[in-house]
Every structure is written in structure tokens, then in C-alpha cells.
């Protein structure tokens, strides 16, 4: 089956994420403590922690958004794609800010778009099992 734009949009996202993320990474392992030191450090690993693994969530929604194509389902999806997207933003952007004055005020809103996306995933697995589920009992 042929990727749909809305699924090669999540997983560009993803790779772009994923780059942002390892240059960060390899920037806080090689270099930043000199810059701005231990704090500065530990919040740039945990940035790239959270992001890399919602870069691999956003690449299983895109994964799953091409297999179901009951609307409910993919509406769902696409939510949780875009909630983890703003996660990845305002948290892990956040989190590299806030050692060079930046607020805690996006971090806290990335960390509830990264739970509500986490929800929203489990929510359009259900509904995409649902939808096969009673599609395959007409059958």
C-alpha cells in the first residue's frame, strides 16, 4: 500500500526531530558543560531522551495511520501525531532553552501534549481494532 502525505508528513517530522535531537545530544556530551555546565547537561539528555522516544511514537502512528482507514480511527491518529509533535516542540525545545533564561511555562504544556498524545494513540488503537473488528464480522 502506497504512504499516504499525512503519513510521510509524520515521518519527516520524525527524521527532522531525530537529527535536532542526536546534534543536541552530541552537543551536551561534548561541549555544553564548558558553556553552561552540569544543570544544563542533564536537561539537554533528558530533552533528547523524551524526544527520541516520541520521534519512534510518531514513527509507529505513521506506521498505523496508513493501516486503518475507518475515518474515527485515523482522526485519532492524526491527533495524537500532532499532539507529539507539540510535545516535541515545547517540551524538548523547552527543556534546551531553559538553561540560557528560557521559562519552564512550554515545558510543562509539552509534557501534558505528550501524555494527552499517548492517550489519543491508545484511544485510535481501540477504535482501529474496533472498526476491523465489527468490519470483519459482516464479512
Known sequence: M???FVSLLMMLFAIVSALIGLNQ?????????????EYAVN?????????MWHVFGLIFLALLYDRWVDLRTRVLIGL???????????????????????TLGPVIFGAVAFMVGW????????????AGRAASSYS
Open 119 to 130: 492517550g489519543l494513540m491508545g484511544l485510535g488503537v481501540i477504535s482501529g481494532w474496533w
Open 25 to 37: 545530544e552530541g552537543y551536551a556530551a561534548h561541549g555544553l558543560e564548558v558553556d553552561a555546565g
Open 43 to 51: 536537561l539537554y539528555h533528558t530533552a533528547a531522551k523524551y524526544l
Open 2 to 4: 502506497p504512504t499516504s
Open 80 to 102: 495524537a501525531a500532532l499532539t507529539f509533535a507539540l510535545g516535541i516542540v515545547t517540551f524538548s525545545g523547552g527543556m534546551y532553552r531553559v538553561p540560557f533564561g528560557g
